[in-house]
């Protein structure tokens, strides 16, 4: 079936150690690929996005994601966790034949420790 | 600052009585969406507008239905809240490309 995973419902990480969030999809063709985040009773901030082209890209907070075609992943990395990204993070891709919808992930709680 | 702008943060309504819940944007997108946001769940969504074109999603209970009178504006009504209709209702705007900017959303309490 169709769909994303993101295989990890908690994440703890302690305050200046690195991050990688895991996210697979299985569409057929390479969808559009999103990563967004939300604090608790807050909507969702688009974090980075990947259309086309360079497979690292780099978004706000100094998060970056790897696409990775042949494995069909988007991972979300960080290479040093501040206290304030204590938050929940979704992968969400638009299948081409999706028209503008997004399919997201179930999320990934990250907690971090001091 | 363009965004998109959910009114109000919070709602309270009674069992069974209808409720509205708003929704601007200033980004000119021509995509809207609804999402409903159960607790530790992703955002499932409900429908969208693509300019005037409405799309319901085929598991929306007819409960909700929407309306879009203008780019700008688009509103969430719930005809008969029952509990388990309690949740985060977020809204967004996209252009075609599907990238979309989410308000801070609407939660939602039915008493």
């Known amino acids: 079936a169709q769909s994303v995973t993101q295989p990890d419902i908690h994440i703890t990480v302690s305050e200046g150690a690195s991050l990688e969030l895991r996210c697979n999809y299985s569409?057929?063709?390479?969808?559009?690929l999103f990563w967004y985040v939300q604090s608790p009773g807050q909507g969702l901030q688009l974090l980075l996005k990947y259309f086309s082209g360079d497979t690292l890209v780099q978004g706000i907070k100094g998060f970056e994601a790897e696409f990775k075609r042949s494995q069909s992943s988007f991972n979300l990395r960080k290479p040093s966790v501040h206290w304030s990204d204590a938050a929940e993070y979704f992968c969400?891709?638009?299948?081409?034949?999706?028209?503008?919808?997004?399919?997201f992930g179930a999320g990934t709680i990250l907690r971090v420790k001091s | 600052d363009a965004m998109v702008i959910q009114n109000p943060r919070y709602q309270v309504t009674q069992f069974g009585k209808p409720v509205t819940l708003s929704c601007s944007q200033t980004l000119n997108h021509n995509v809207m969406y609804w999402y409903q946001q159960k607790s530790s769940q992703a955002p499932k969504l409900l429908f969208h507008y693509y300019d005037k074109d409405f799309n319901n999603e085929a598991d929306t209970p007819d409960n909700f239905q929407s309306r879009r009178p203008n780019t700008s504006f688009c509103f969430l009504d719930i005809r008969s809240p029952g509990l388990g209709d309690a949740a985060m209702y977020l809204c967004?705007?996209?252009?075609?490309?599907?990238?979309?900017?989410f308000g801070s959303g609407t939660r939602l309490t039915v008493v």
């Open positions: 967004a705007t996209s252009r075609d490309n599907g990238q979309s900017t």
């Open positions: 569409y057929g063709a390479t969808p559009y």
């Open positions: 969400a891709v638009r299948p081409l034949e999706y028209g503008n919808k997004l399919v």
